[in-house]
């Protein structure tokens, strides 16, 4: 199993920033894709960004220039840096990790129990 636990969420101005943190653990083997995604209320679940095992970042179109992940492979941690925040920003962030245990080896999808981002005044 792995346990995929997010960070950094809060309240914060238009305009502000925040930096989110997951990180990964368990008997982990090796992990691919690492993302962030957000739902906010009455909207469907959606992706915001994410980065695979060879560092391709892929971003939703509203969050390009503004938002930018990265990972540490030593710590099987993601982060996003999220500036320029709007209210539409406004959601539970999730993240989300592609990993293999050494289990099976088999690839397979983790959530985190996701973090409340509010942009307002």
């Known amino acids: 199993q792995v346990h995929v636990v997010e960070s950094g969420g809060g309240l914060v101005q238009p305009g502000g920033s925040l930096r989110l943190s997951c990180a990964a653990s368990g008997k982990i083997y090796r992990i691919d894709t690492m993302g962030w995604y957000r739902q906010a209320p009455g909207r469907q679940r959606e992706l915001v960004a994410d980065i695979s095992g060879d560092y391709t970042t892929n971003y939703a179109d509203d969050v390009k220039g503004r938002f930018t992940i990265s990972r540490d492979n030593t710590k099987n941690t993601v982060y996003l840096q999220m500036n320029r925040l709007m209210p539409e920003d406004t959601a539970v962030y999730y993240c989300?990790?592609?990993?293999?245990?050494?289990?099976?080896?088999?690839?397979?999808?983790?959530w985190g129990q996701g973090t409340q981002v509010t942009v307002s005044l």
């Open positions: 989300s990790v592609v990993a293999s245990t050494a289990v099976d080896y088999w690839d397979r999808g983790y």
